[in-house]
């Protein structure tokens, strides 16, 4: 057995921070599109540039142009390019990065969506289904807006703070140290607020996952919710969890909007006293009103972009801590691995099924075997069914067997080969599994069934439809097979569902049938015709069936009666029945004999 066929223990998530660190892990998606990137910032120097440069052809224009009649054209015209070349580098700035933004999150995205596929049962039994979804959703929102505009608006605005800062300086150096002051006075609280906003950022978003959580819980089981009746206390759940979204919300705009104002109070507050400085020098005649024009205008940018920067940061942290949870979940390791060199399965597969001495545990009770020691050995074409009261072992056999856990002691093989050294999307290519509670995707009939074979011509997918009892309500829907079926099949009875999940495993036509109370939700004609459907598909293929009905099994070769992980009983149904054991027993509560 290859030794790196299982990983290791999940790795440890990201701690629950909300520091601007995280967001160097985008940096790989933003590589990704390289030339977008380099556009961009040279749309943003150039901009940047016709920024700094304005207040200059402003200073020619007051101090040149309404003194001499020659220059009024040139000034004018000169701050006319100056604002041409700043709006279409703006222009252009704004398109490549909006842009970058969208193409860095469908790359995040997809990448997210592809690993929490690949990610193992383990995984996905002690995670909600609804969280994962809100961080692929609104934590990814979250980083786009910061990719799209928040990025541009920070490297901008630091871009013109500097720039403004060493032009107040080219300008008028006294008054430019005056102007200084009040930026160590704006810096403070936006550090100080930084603190409070990391900690309400990632509390607000853990809020707004619980709040689409039950949503989608809820509304997945609204059949159950309008059974009971109970629209108005789902109504109330969910309006509480708003409420905390709102209220937690509530904390972090109140600390970024503090932050803001008194950013913006101090830093205007202190370019205002310089000017009344600077208005009394152009009085005094020791500066042109050009100067202190000039001077103004790189003043109010500065002040203008500081304020930028105050906004900035604290949605530079919102989307940090969105970049925290997503991280969270690509640092997660899929415990079933395929091995560095895995082995083919035989071509063509004859069947064969060994069950050596296994023994699992479910993390979740770890001190309780799944199964335990337990050994089959099931021959090519045979039709083993496992019986037992639940908690038996029965769809643990399945999981195993399917790859979806990985055994804890002994080995499973599968025409020789063990499962562990064999990738699990080849081995999972020849299972046909047709579940208790099958899964029916918002789509067309048509579009359901070829889910077992993607490459499925129209005709095969009606041949298995056929062989499924389904063709006869599937042609009588408005639109035939290209009927959407709803939500998780809404628009069909169970025992419709059940049918097309039948109709998706013929359509497979794999050598290995499992079977799991693959009738149960049929009434009793309906099972009649599908349970002849099946045995025409078990023909010639090895077939395990669980079965709490016991009338459904009583064909099969071999019928194994599990008890707390273990076989208690094996043999066919007359055996097991004049042996007088616990098949004897449900067999008896079942039929009342």
């Known amino acids: 057995m290859n030794s790196t066929a299982t990983a290791a223990t999940p790795a440890k998530p990201l701690p629950a921070k909300n520091k601007l660190g995280s967001l160097r892990a985008l940096w790989p998606f933003v ?53 041409i070349v700043l709006a279409f580098a703006s222009a252009a700035r704004y398109y490549f990065v909006t842009l970058l933004g969208e193409k860095v999150v469908a790359d995040l995205r997809r990448r997210l969506y592809a690993h929490l596929l690949a990610l193992d049962a383990d995984f996905h039994d002690s995670n909600r289904s609804g969280e994962l979804v809100s961080r692929l959703s609104a934590d990814s929102e979250l980083l786009r807006s910061v990719v799209g505009s928040g990025m ?68 997945g089981a609204v059949r159950t919710v309008q059974a009971h009746a109970r629209e108005n206390y789902e109504r109330g759940r969910f309006g509480a969890a708003v409420d905390n979204t ?27 006293a310089v000017l009344w400085s600077g208005a009394h ?21 500065g002040g203008g972009s500081v304020g930028a920067l105050a906004e900035t940061w604290n949605d530079l942290q919102r989307a940090a801590g969105g970049m925290g949870r997503i991280s969270e979940l690509l640092v997660q390791q899929a415990k079933i691995l395929a091995s560095e060199n895995p082995r083919a399965l035989p071509q063509p597969l004859r069947g064969e099924i060994a ?25 090519p074409g045979e039709t083993i069914a496992l019986v037992g009261p639940s908690g038996a072992g029965k769809s643990t056999v399945f999981s195993l067997l399917l790859r979806f856990h990985d055994v804890e002691s002994g080995h499973i ?32 009939a048509a579009e359901n069934i070829r889910y077992g074979k993607l490459d499925a011509s129209d005709d095969e997918v009606r041949a298995a439809a056929v062989a499924a009892e389904a063709d006869n309500f599937i042609v009588a829907l408005p639109e035939r097979y290209d009927s959407q079926l709803g939500e998780r099949g809404g628009r069909l009875s169970g025992g419709q569902r059940q049918r ?59 019928i194994l009666v599990l008890h707390e992980g273990r076989i208690a009983e094996s043999g066919s149904h007359a055996e097991l029945l004049g042996r007088g054991g616990l098949y004897s027993q449900l067999h008896r509560l079942q039929f009342n004999a």
């Open 31 to 83: 590589q990704r599109h390289f030339g977008l990137f380099c556009a961009w910032l040279l749309a943003l120097g150039v901009a940047s540039a016709a920024t700094l440069t304005f207040p200059q052809a402003a200073r020619r224009m007051i101090d040149q142009g309404f003194h001499s009649g020659g220059e009024i054209d040139r000034s004018f015209g000169f701050l006319f390019v100056v604002a």
């Open 152 to 219: 541009s608006v920070a490297l901008r605005s630091s871009v013109t703070v500097i720039g403004s800062a060493a032009m107040l300086f080219v300008t008028n150096p006294k008054l430019a140290a005056y102007a200084l002051i009040g930026i160590p006075l704006a810096i403070a609280p936006i550090i100080i607020g930084s603190r409070q906003v990391s900690k309400t950022s990632r509390a607000a978003q853990d809020r707004v996952a619980d709040a689409n959580t039950l949503a989608a819980e809820t509304l």
């Open 246 to 272: 709102i209220a937690t919300a509530r904390k972090r705009i109140r600390t970024q909007s503090i932050v803001t104002a008194v950013a913006i109070t101090l830093v205007f507050g202190a370019i205002t």
């Open 281 to 301: 020098d152009v009085i005094a005649g020791k500066m042109s009103a050009g100067t202190l024009g000039q001077f103004v205008l790189y003043a109010l940018i």
């Open 355 to 379: 069950f050596e001495h296994v023994g699992f545990r479910y993390s979740s009770r770890p001190d309780t075997p799944a199964i335990d020691d337990f050994s089959l050995h099931v021959k």
């Open 413 to 444: 093989a599968v025409d020789g080969v063990d499962v562990r050294e064999v990738s699990p999307q080849d081995l999972r290519e020849r299972i046909a599994l047709v579940p208790q509670q099958p899964t029916i995707f918002a789509a067309s």
């Open 500 to 558: 097309i999940a039948i109709a998706r495993a013929m359509l497979k036509n794999p050598p290995l049938l499992l079977l799991d109370e693959a009738t149960s939700a049929l009434d009793a004609e309906s099972e009649r015709m599908v349970q002849a459907a099946l045995e025409a598909a078990m023909a010639d293929r090895t077939t395990l069936v669980i079965a709490h009905r016991l009338a459904t099994v009583e064909q099969a070769d071999r």
